[in-house]
């Protein structure tokens, strides 16, 4: 039941975080090139692991 709020959560954090480091260091190329990679990967992480959560219910 909290897994979708585990993730609301990340993106949320990881939007905040990386709009501070793209303002701070004036570079939004390789930011938001770095939040996508780390977009996907929390999506695969977290695709698997509701998966395992699921398939071990039945």
């Keep these: ?22 303002m701070l260091f004036n570079t939004p190329n390789v930011f938001v090139l770095l939040l996508v990679i780390l977009k996907i990967i929390a999506d695969v992480f977290m695709h698997l692991k509701m998966h395992r959560v699921s398939s071990q219910a039945i």
Excluded at 9 to 22: D, E, H, R, S
């Design 1 to 22: 039941m909290m897994l979708p709020y585990v993730r609301i959560f990340i993106q949320q954090f990881v939007v905040i975080i990386g709009a501070f480091l793209i």
